[in-house]
């Protein structure tokens, strides 16, 4: 139904995939971005990474739209993105009309007291914030959302992803591979 | 001969972080500057680097002094970098005229955000008017260039300071707060050694007790001398309005519709003029990478070169100011629209392409 590439697709046939992340400030959504970033970085294609640096961000919400393709970029601004994260409520409420038809909607069910109501795209309830606190992951629902979405769109390797979230977590911060690693393969086991 | 086949390295930087590599890369060891979203990264990548590379990185207390600072440096010959957003840069424009009128070079980044006044911290084209017009008083230009990738916030960085010293005329790098944070993979200049930079043999070194004073001034009270500057300063610009200007175009060939757009906006109108093509629309987008520069010979050969080109749009964000130039250098032949966002606002691809389709449409009538 969807034209979305399935796990194992050819690179070389992959249509652009756009991303849009969004929640509270605090919620790691800029960080969550930087992976997918770094993975196409790692893959050698074409992305962009794109804050949002606004008022809405100094009045706590935040917002990254992140793009692979292997042609150049125009609009870095996903406006129709292909997978939506929602983090909080908000989000979903502003953004879920947004996501494009056959497109994917991840919402942190645990934050999210409503359900999406769109039928024309694939909706995910993930619980990532209560899990984050049952295992011990506190602050890390970015990454288990990340790694559902992975689990869902594949929009990289395997390996890829893995050295992207390496590659995304300064040295100065190592001692946060551990959990953010345990975060994503919880994500991906979803 | 390796050197060749060897991939050059991608990294991840945002674009502000690579308008200040770059110009480290270009051989610049002094940078003045005064925070001010959306630009602060300019600062606070060169606050960390420049003390690692024996350079001086300096918070002025106020974008006034970093540019007098900025002109101190220049005229003891260093290349010298400074930047802000909308607001600081119009505290700046009185420097730049002195720089100017003491014919010194220097790279200012603008990375525009929504005006006037103090305005907003979103992304906007509205200082297209004061870079190409008045970028302060007296009869003076500064050469601008306008990137619209993260890689030619990098590569445009190193020709501004190029040009920049051959001329002896302040360079403008026109950005906006897009292009300021969002990242792309780039590939980064090899750096300059200090051999690589251009000699000054005008620069204020010390005269050693040898040779007589060098001086750097703007003050000039003979009405007849300072005529004089001012025309030898405006032979210059003839060079550079012959040489230096430079536009990019995608899919112009065959355009029936060409719309002009530069710096972050013309990447929106790539993706829209795509879409008008598998509309069956035959757009193009003509790009200004320099906007003065200003590239009218670009749009000059669409017009003449035998081309199918019946109609002019231009896309910015703002009220509409580069049109002005789009339209004194179609001067009537044909009719040119105008489409914009101000105040802070991208506009959509999906926008975009409602204007061209609309144009497509009624085209056939107007020309």
Redesign the interface.
Known sequence: MSTKPAPGFDRGSTPALSFLFAGFGGQGILFAG?IV??A??LE?R??????S???EMRGGTASCSVTLADT??????V?EPDSLIAMNRPSLEKFEATVKPGGRLFYDSSLIDIAPTRTDIATYAVPATGLATEQDLKGLANVIMLGKLWHETRFCAADTLDAALEKAIPPRKAQLLEPNKRALALGKGL | MTETLRRPEKVLMKGNEALAEAALRAGCRCFFGYPITPQTEVAAYMAKRMPKVGGVYLQAESEIAAINMIYGASAAGARVLTSSSSPGISLKSEGISYLAGADLPAVIINVQRGGPGLGGIQPSQADYWQATRAMGHGDFQVIVFAPSTVQEMCDLVRDAFEVSDKYRVPTMILADGLLGQMMEPIVLPEALDEDDLPEKPWALTGTGGVRAPHVANSLCLVAEDLERINRARFARYEDIKRDEARAEQYRCDDAELVVVAFGACARVVKSAVDAAREAGIAAGLLRPVTLWPWPGAAIEGLLDGGGVVRRFLTVEMSMGQMVDDVRLTVNGRLPVDFFGRSGGIVPTPAEVLEQIEELAVTGGDAA
């Open positions: 930087k970033a770094y196409g970085l050698d074409e992305l962009s990474w794109l804050p640096y606004g008022p150049p970029i125009g609009s870095p601004l406006t």
